[in-house]
């Protein structure tokens, strides 16, 4: 069975590090992500999620949101699975929805990624 708790990194070299998942599929961690909006150095913003309990058998589907408000007016949501293939190796497949402030109700249009 594939575990969310531990250090996960993905193909842009961004880090994540899930604290320990609680009986009630609760978590949370940080995102050291290497990919900014703005530009510049990477820094680690706070996430929280949940996780499917899976059925037996299964693999957990999870989800959470990271708040990138320590150098970005931007949240992202992702979603995703978690799997482990036969020789062991477990790897998170996930979609994500970043969406940044805009000013106005008439920019809302190319507010969302």
Not at 15 to 34: C, H, P, W
Not at 50 to 75: H, I, K, L, M, Y
Not at 85 to 90: I, R, S
């Amino acid at each position: 069975q594939c575990q969310l708790s531990g250090l996960w990194r993905n193909e842009q070299d961004s880090l994540m590090e899930i604290s320990a998942v609680r009986d009630n599929g609760d978590f949370q961690g940080k995102y050291l992500t290497r990919v900014t909006l703005a530009g510049g150095c990477a820094r680690a913003s706070p996430l929280k999620g949940a996780q499917q309990q899976p059925g037996e058998g299964g693999w957990p589907a999870f989800a959470f949101t990271v708040r990138w408000d320590r150098f970005s007016n931007a949240t992202t949501a992702f979603v995703g699975q978690c799997f482990v293939d036969t020789g062991g190796k477990e790897t998170l497949t996930t979609m994500w929805l970043l969406r940044e402030a805009v000013g106005s109700l008439e920019e809302d249009w190319k507010a969302t990624r």
